[in-house]
């Protein structure tokens, strides 16, 4: 157990609803990072949040959007669903947020778009 | 930008054989370089990592990775693997500014 939590386990939606996925990172974590893993473009960089404010972008799309609160969970909302949205969601977490810190996962969101 | 190839989708091997996973990588500025592991039905744990220093690199669950900058190379090796280290082996690289770049993924299969 990595100590970073994702709800929900699974989501099952239809296209072009929205949809949101919660992290919480370890305790005492201040980064947050998310993931998008998928057969066709394997694991993917989306985003990554430190302190509540963005600190790096990756691949993620204008549809995708994420925030970190003031208690440091996490949410990415995905809205316009497409059906190749339908993805492993990985939250990550690390203490300060550098490249070089050691990154926790969570055990993901299984996105499903029918 | 960089990219990272890991040259072996599937490797499979006897238990307590040795085994390498080939990563290889692009980046025309100095990278942070991670190989992580996912067991099945889990998120990724790190194995380990290279910042800077010695090349050769130790990791948990006796793994470890030798950094040449040469070949942009960072390989995965393990000198005898036990039925628990099945899982998938992914390696990534940072290029210090907070992007990630992750391999396609080496599914490694130990075979009784």
């Known amino acids: 157990d990595s100590g970073v939590t994702q709800t929900p386990k699974h989501l099952i939606t239809a296209t072009g609803q929205r949809v949101t996925l919660r992290c919480s990172p370890r305790?005492?974590?201040?980064?947050v990072y998310w993931y998008q893993q998928s057969l066709d473009q394997g694991l993917q960089f989306l985003i990554q949040?430190?302190?509540?404010?963005?600190?790096a972008k990756g691949n993620i799309l204008e549809r995708f959007s994420a925030q970190q609160f003031p208690d440091l969970h996490s949410e990415l909302n995905l809205s316009s669903l497409e059906l190749g949205d339908s993805a492993l969601y990985f939250c990550?977490?690390?203490?300060?947020?550098?490249?070089?810190?050691?990154?926790?996962f969570g055990p993901g969101t299984r996105l499903t778009v029918l | 930008a960089q990219s990272v190839t890991q040259l072996d989708s599937q490797v499979p091997v006897f238990e307590e054989a040795p085994v390498e996973l080939r990563c290889n990588y692009s980046s025309s500025v100095s990278v942070y370089l991670f190989w992580y592991v996912q067991y099945p039905n889990q998120g990724l744990q790190l194995l380990l990592k290279y910042l800077s220093g010695s090349t050769l690199v130790k990791g948990i669950n006796g793994f470890e990775a030798e950094f040449n900058k040469s070949q942009t190379s960072f390989h995965l090796r393990k000198p005898s693997v036990h039925i628990s280290d099945t899982a998938e082996y992914f390696c990534a690289v940072s290029d210090k500014g907070n992007q990630f770049y992750f391999g396609t993924g080496t599914s490694l299969t130990v075979i009784p």
């Open positions: 949040y430190y302190n509540g404010e963005e600190r």
């Open positions: 990550a977490s690390s203490s300060e947020g550098a490249a070089y810190n050691e990154q926790f």
């Open positions: 305790s005492g974590d201040l980064s």
